[in-house]
């Protein structure tokens, strides 16, 4: 056999061989639990929760949660079914580090899988008001991601490829299964049935700059965004649930000491949904929690979680209680969309 022949059949087996390679190492790593979720996204949170629901479809999916880490970490979804008396299932799809123009995004792909909503919550802290007009809007592919949790055809392996990450499977194949199972881990990524995460994490498990938070940047291009959301949700008559969340005394002590922009964001966000069919909850006025209520600059512990998730649904029931109905309905919304525009 000449060199040349050598050659080619050696490359021709490396071509081949290598993939085969990865794959059985991929099908290994899964079959012990130790392999992350391909990166959609490349944030742990969305592609692990992705994961979720291709091996565990929600059917009938009536609420959605839709928001940053505020969301994601801030809403029981059994709490808030029971509470508004809902048939179908809630979904939580908080990510952490979203901005106001990627929820919009975020909500409009899975709102066209998931047809059956008729509200969506955003649990909104003033982190999600920054970098609107640089950051990118479009943060996953919706047809690569839709196909994922189809859980058809392609199968995992061809995710895996196609979003190959060698290194960030080599540095978490030792971490996932802890992170899938724990609460007490920034990083968790251990959902409730519902997609909700909720965590308990020790102030020594925190590093003092997320303790501290990041500055206030309300960033213009944001709450046009916002409002582009209220309107997108108003003509298709689903509930829109605005709420900003309860805030860290401490963090809102050192980033903005004499509450100039916390009126400033709340006068903005007046603005921008006045004349559509959102409701507004402020539940960082109404309920005023205590330093010790949170986790780190933003997130609420597990049970205060829980007493924000029965305020909202108690709150909301007393807003759209009606003499022919208890809970918010698409046709309600539609109606007063329509309403507001006259």
Same mark, same amino acid.
């Given at each position: ?85 809902l048939? *179908?299932? =809630?979904?939580?799809?908080?990510v952490?580090?979203?901005?106001? $123009?990627? !929820?919009r995004? @975020?909500? /409009? +792909? ?6 059956t ?9 003033l982190?999600?008001y ?19 949790i ?17 290194? *960030?499977? =080599? ?9 899938? $199972?724990? !609460?007490?881990? @920034?990083? /968790? +990524? ?70 100039a ?7 903005? +966000?007046?603005?921008?949904?006045s ?31 829980q ?31 329509a309403?507001?525009?006259?």
């Amino acid at each position: 056999m000449s060199a040349a022949s050598k050659f080619l059949i050696g490359l021709l087996a490396g071509a081949v061989g290598l993939p085969l390679c990865l794959a059985v190492v991929f099908v290994g790593l899964d079959a012990f639990g130790m392999l992350k979720a391909p990166p959609f996204s490349n944030r742990l949170s969305f592609d692990e929760k992705l994961r979720v629901l291709r091996a565990d479809p929600p059917q009938n999916v009536e609420a959605l949660f839709a928001g940053s880490s505020t969301t994601l970490h801030g809403v029981d979804g059994e709490v808030l079914r029971t509470e508004l008396g809902l048939d *179908g299932d =809630v979904l939580n799809l908080g990510v952490q580090d979203l901005r106001v $123009n990627q !929820i919009r995004f @975020l909500v /409009s +792909v899975f709102l066209d899988h998931f047809p059956t909503v008729e509200h969506v919550m955003m649990v909104s802290t003033l982190l999600d008001y920054k970098n609107c007009g640089s950051v990118e809007t479009a943060f996953f592919k919706p047809e690569d991601v839709i196909d994922y949790i189809h859980g058809g055809w392609p199968p995992d392996l061809y995710y895996y490829f196609r979003y190959l990450d060698l290194q *960030g499977t =080599v540095k978490r194949m030792t971490q996932i299964g802890r992170l899938r $199972n724990t !609460i007490h881990d @920034l990083e /968790s +990524v251990s959902f409730d049935p519902h997609g909700s995460l909720l965590l308990d994490v020790p102030r020594d498990g925190v590093i003092d700059r997320v303790w501290d938070g990041d500055p206030i940047t309300l960033d213009e291009p944001c709450y046009p965004s916002l409002r582009a959301l209220a309107d997108d949700l108003g003509e298709q008559g689903i509930n829109f649930i605005f709420v900003i969340a309860p805030m860290r005394p401490g963090y809102l002590a050192g980033r903005d000491p004499d509450g100039a922009l916390l009126a400033e964001h709340r006068t903005r +966000v007046r603005a921008a949904l006045s004349g559509t069919a959102a409701m507004v909850i402020d539940a960082h006025a109404a309920l005023e929690m205590p330093e010790e209520a949170f986790f780190d600059a933003y997130h609420l512990k597990r049970d205060k979680a829980q007493k924000l998730s029965r305020f909202l649904g108690e709150r909301i029931t007393t807003l759209t209680a009606g003499p022919e109905r208890s809970q918010p309905s698409r046709a309600a919304a539609a109606q007063a969309q329509a309403h507001r525009r006259n």
